[in-house]
């Protein structure tokens, strides 16, 4: 039997009766958290995400309390800005979504009490412009939380003044990208900035110290105050802690998110017991297992990892794909990514060729334009792609040639678009080569005369 | 020539000023939203549009212009009367979204390219493929005007046709 969901951030979501607004919230308890945050001290409330060892969950895994903690609100001048990443636009991922229709409240409590820690007087949450209806949500929340002083000035009289407004993106992927996204929120095109000079926390909105987090990982800092830093960590395991919700796509039965104790589930139990199995009787084929950045996995292959066990020493396993533990560092071990948590799932009956061509011109779409490397590569890699698919691939050749672009645009780009182009073109020649090339080679002589 | 403030509605020149208001720092910031705002009220940005926006916030035009060009929601062409925007990234694949899509246009009679919008020929319907529009769990998923649908079949397709008519 798999483990049970752990609810915490979807605990009041889908539960029927339950509504997006004010009134709902408070009846079950809303807003009583930020009030045990601000009798706290400012700093004890950044320990105490410190302690939880909350990591990141738009997708990189970045410390949320290391990530709060380059930003010494002392020593600087500048005002301080927080921005909730709403930008969910990783394929595979709609977790965020469900957050801001259903249970709003939570996001705004957990991002009221971050920029009291933060000491940030204005915020702005990034919500990508296809969600407008989620936009108009948001809207009405942080008007009943301005009605209500805990939004405003000074709130709950504690003389703390604090303003977020809802600013919609306009269908850019690249706008999940963080400096992007400060691009974006500035009214210009989403460029991505480079690394270093330009850390967020030190060179971010209007070149001010800035932190930029994802909606649920602000989520996940109200349920950090709640229980205390400690008991938090206990959630998970060591340095996964926390709940992580799943959000499971493709060939299975009973698609859908499912929040869970980070790495208390496996890859097999999530598919067969939760989600119902894959569809239609078939087999499981491939599974992408954090967004579809982060590397395929194959269902046949042994996957070697080495772990500490009890006694502490290294010891090496060897892992099926159904026996990995949903976590971040078990994920990075076997070659892939936890990413954010979109788990797209693909049968016997599914062409590889076909699914990574699909992707591909996603990135051809998506590239911002302003590296070259990414600029050309990503649509080489779609052109290529496409007339492999379509019975024109030069064989082996193409192959080879689709391998080398996408190698040569993984760390030669400004942000980490780069690498998420890349990472699926080689990890399915990778994995799937032989399909790959059979379907190269299975050319109708067409464009080879033409060109 | 640009018109004057007093040309437009009154009501939308006030709203323009709230969301001015948003963004204390720098009022750039305001673009996208005011974009958002004009296509929402007037369809498309036009020409007029671009200057009147760049005038409103002490910009030159073509720092307008580079943003409508460069975020693909933004149209400079009028639409038609209900968009239809279907999911055509990988889980909305496997859930057979280029059925969907295909069904759209058969029924609407859009014909033409793949990853533009393309309208009927009665200028009902503008009809697109997009990206991933976050809800891989009920694929395909597709967006009629800002109304969002799950699980839609080839069935549901009519049901949509019918009621956007």
New interface residues.
């Given amino acids: 039997m798999a483990t049970a969901q752990r609810r915490i951030i979807l605990k009041n979501i889908d539960v029927p009766g339950y509504t997006n607004d004010m009134d709902c919230y408070l009846k079950n308890g809303g807003y009583e958290v930020l009030k045990k945050a601000f009798g706290m001290e400012q700093t004890a409330i950044k320990d105490e995400v410190k302690k939880s060892q909350l990591r990141g969950r738009g997708g990189a895994g970045f410390s949320c309390g290391l990530k709060w903690s380059f930003i010494d609100a002392s020593k600087v001048t500048k005002p301080i800005y927080l921005i909730c990443n709403a930008d969910e636009s990783e394929p595979g991922t709609f977790k965020d979504r469900q957050i801001i229709h259903k249970d709003p409240h939570q996001l705004i409590e957990g991002m009221v009490m971050s920029c009291y820690a933060n000491n940030v007087k204005l915020a702005y949450i990034y919500i990508r412009g296809e969600m407008s209806e989620g936009a108009v949500i948001l809207n009405r929340a942080l008007d009943e939380a301005r009605a209500k002083n805990f939004l405003g000035k000074n709130i709950l009289g504690k003389g703390y003044d604090l303003e977020i407004y809802v600013h919609r993106g306009a269908g850019a992927y690249i706008c999940g990208e963080e400096t992007g996204l400060i691009e974006s929120l500035e009214g210009k095109r989403a460029y991505p900035r480079i690394k270093p000079p330009y850390f967020p926390a030190v060179l971010g909105l209007y070149m001010c110290p800035t932190i930029v987090n994802n909606v649920e990982t602000l989520c996940n800092v109200k349920h950090v105050i709640e229980m205390g830093g400690e008991n938090f960590a206990k959630i998970g395991t060591p340095n996964n802690t926390g709940t992580r919700i799943l959000c499971v796509s493709g060939d299975v039965n009973k698609p859908g998110y499912y929040e869970f104790e980070c790495g208390s589930i496996t890859m097999g139990e999530l598919l067969h017991e939760v989600c119902g199995g894959i569809k239609g009787g078939r087999k499981l084929k491939a599974i992408i297992p954090g967004g579809s950045s982060s590397k395929v996995l194959r269902a046949d292959q042994a996957y070697k990892i080495k772990q500490k066990d009890a006694d502490g020493n290294m010891v090496e396993k060897s892992l099926t794909l159904e026996d990995i533990p949903m976590d971040f560092d078990t994920l990075a071990a076997v070659g892939s990514m936890a990413g954010s948590g979109g788990i797209i799932v693909m049968d016997d009956s599914r062409d590889m060729v076909e699914c990574l061509a699909n992707l591909s011109e996603f990135y051809a779409h998506e590239s911002c334009g302003q590296c070259t490397p990414c600029r050309e590569g990503v649509l080489w890699m779609k052109k290529i792609l496409h007339r492999v698919s379509h019975g024109h691939g030069r064989g082996n050749e193409d192959i080879d040639l689709l391998q080398n672009v996408a190698d040569n645009i993984a760390g030669r780009t400004i942000c980490a678009f780069g690498e998420a182009a890349s990472w699926p073109v080689q990890s399915f020649l990778e994995k799937f080569r032989p399909d790959f090339e059979k379907r190269a080679g299975e050319s109708s002589g067409l464009e080879k005369k033409l060109s | 020539m640009i018109a004057p403030l007093q040309e437009l509605p009154e009501d939308f020149v006030k709203k323009v000023d709230e969301i001015v208001s948003?963004y204390?720092?720098?009022q750039?910031?305001?673009?996208?939203?005011l974009?958002?705002e004009w296509q929402e009220r007037f369809g498309f940005i036009s020409e007029f549009a671009i200057e009147w926006i760049a005038q409103r916030?002490e910009l030159q035009a073509i720092?307008i212009l580079?943003?409508v060009t460069?975020?693909?929601?933004?149209r400079q062409k009028p639409f038609g009367k209900c968009q239809v925007?279907v999911c055509?990234?990988?889980?909305c694949?496997?859930?057979g979204s280029s059925k969907t899509y295909e069904h759209f246009k058969n029924l609407t009679g859009a014909q033409g390219d793949e990853?533009g919008p393309i309208t009927s020929p009665d200028g009902k319907y503008t009809i697109e493929f997009?990206?991933?529009?976050?809800?891989?769990?009920?694929?395909p998923v597709v967006?009629m005007n800002?109304d969002?649908y799950e699980s839609v079949d080839e069935k549901k397709v009519e049901e949509l046709v019918q009621k956007y008519s």
């Fill in positions: 948003h204390p720092a720098s750039r910031s305001a673009s996208l939203m974009l958002h916030l720092n580079e943003l460069f975020y693909p929601m933004f925007r055509r990234t990988l889980s694949a496997l859930g990853h997009v990206e991933c529009l976050a809800s891989c769990g009920t694929a967006m800002e969002f």
